[in-house]
Structures are given as C-alpha cells and as structure tokens.
C-alpha cells in the first residue's frame, strides 16, 4: 500500500458566503418582531379601554364568617391536652348525673369495677356445661 506524501497546499472554499440571504432573514425577523410588537401592544390597549362587563365575585367572600369551622388548629395544643385529661379523669371519678329524667347515675370507675367483680362477669351457657 502507497500513500501519497506530496505536499499540496491547504485546501479551503474559494468563493465567500453569499450575504444576501443572511440579511433578508435578519430583516424578515425584525419585520415579524416589529409586527408582533404592534399586536400585543393594540391588544392591550383595546383591553385597558373595555373592562369586563361584569366581574366575577369571588366564591371565598359567601360566607360572612371569616372563622373556619370546627375543628381548627389548636393555639395551645399542650395546655388544651392537659385539661382535656383533667376533664376526663374528673368525669371517671366522680358521680353524678348522666339523665336525671330516667334516673341514670355515673359512679367512679373504681368503684364501679369492684361492682362488677362483686356480681361476676356473665358467662356463655355453652362454657357453663362443659
């Protein structure tokens, strides 16, 4: 295999690109930016002139309390706990009335469990006979 080591010159394009082509695109997108910029801008004062008809109300503003409704975030959630259990172990140690109208009581859960133990647990009629 021979390879052709001579030295030639360079070799390169001999003829430039033409610029007329490069111009008229350059000039055809100024002209469409141009146009462009016309249309948005008459659009906006055509709109800036006509206002809406009528405006549209906003569905939030229909209720006349700007407070949500239950349940919300707690503001003090720590000291909201603590009474809440203060409440329930007051509830579960104390009597008192729970419908004074048909005579139902609420007695302490201590003692209520010594009842319970003093009467017995019910059992299954099928448990007793075997």
């Known amino acids: 295999m021979e390879m052709n080591l001579s030295k030639s010159p ?4 001999t003829t430039d690109a033409d610029v007329r082509p490069i111009v008229l695109i350059g000039a055809g997108l100024a002209v469409l930016l141009i146009a462009v910029g016309g249309i948005v ?15 549209q109300s ?8 700007q407070i949500p409704p239950s349940p919300r975030i707690e503001e003090h959630p ?22 004074k109208k048909t005579g139902r009581v609420r007695i302490p859960i201590d003692r209520a469990m010594e009842l ?3 009467r017995g647990f019910p059992a299954r009629q099928e448990a007793a006979k075997k």
């Open 10 to 13: 360079p070799s390169h394009e």
């Open 41 to 55: 801008y008459g659009i906006f004062q055509y709109l800036s002139a006509h206002s809406a008809i009528s405006p």
């Open 58 to 65: 906003n569905p939030m503003t229909v209720f006349d309390s």
């Open 78 to 99: 720590a000291i909201e706990i603590q009474q809440l259990r203060a409440q329930e172990e007051q509830t579960l140690s104390t009597y008192g009335w729970v419908d």
């Open 116 to 118: 319970q133990l003093q």
